[in-house]
């Protein structure tokens, strides 16, 4: 990496604002931020493995027709309740805009409870000038209610510290399959197109390898992506709100430092084991 002096990434159990208070101006070149969503519920993930029975009473078939019992391993849950989220979330976004290069990016994700007023306040602290894209996550899955369209998307509200420099490695993104690449031609379809702001992707799969257990986990795959297209190789990457570390395993991934922070202990100790045995990664807060 070429800016290797320090740790490959560094995971804090502290509030992440006082975590990016203790970051140098302009020294980061992506800041991505996953905050509770201000759902006024609170999130519960349960935890299950399956354990397979001999007598054929299990509640759950697999392949074969072999059957299974559910065991409760236990859940991870946080209140997702704000009564100013406005007032939480601006300090978050007033150092981000301090600690990011001239080149850096901001990626804040959030979904359509408040998104359109999280954009006014980002508007006010970067600039409307600074606002580069509204990126739209679709995916497919989870109830469908018979009084409106489900709501099956989150936002992404993309900034740039400064729009004439911001950092943008068109050619790291992963290209995705044309939907009609008949109409293209063999050259470009076997290319592929660069994805547009509206990225259908799904979700962590809740009974798949990625899952960790933890409530509002984000897929590796959105964020490699946001992480390939706005920092370069070796650069850092940070994420105050950090959860179960998608993020930094992204930017490991892809050659890139990280630090992330979250004052809950429970996420701590999901990024511990996401990241246990990974050289290079230290662990501040708690026992560590």
Known sequence: MSESAGPRGTVHCADGVEVARGLADESVDLVYLDPPFNTGKRQERERTRAKRVEDGEGDRIGF??????TVRLGSRS???VFDDYLG???PFLVESRRVL???GSLYLHLDYREAHYAKVLLDQIFGREC???EIIWAYDYGGRPK???PAKHDTILFYAKDPDRNLFNVDEVERIPYMAPGLVGKEKAARGKLPTDTWWHTIVSPTGKEKLGYPTQKPLGVLKRIVAASSPPGGLVVDLVAGSGTAGAAALELGRRFVLADRSEEAFAVMRRRFDGEAGVEFRGLEA
């Not at 074969?64 to 019992?69: F, K, L």
């Open 78 to 80: 946080f209140d997702d």
């Open 131 to 133: 606002f580069v894209n």
């Open 147 to 149: 009084k409106r369209w």
């Open 64 to 69: 074969g027709g072999r059957r299974y019992e």
């Open 88 to 90: 939480f979330l601006e």
């Open 101 to 103: 290069k001239t080149s």
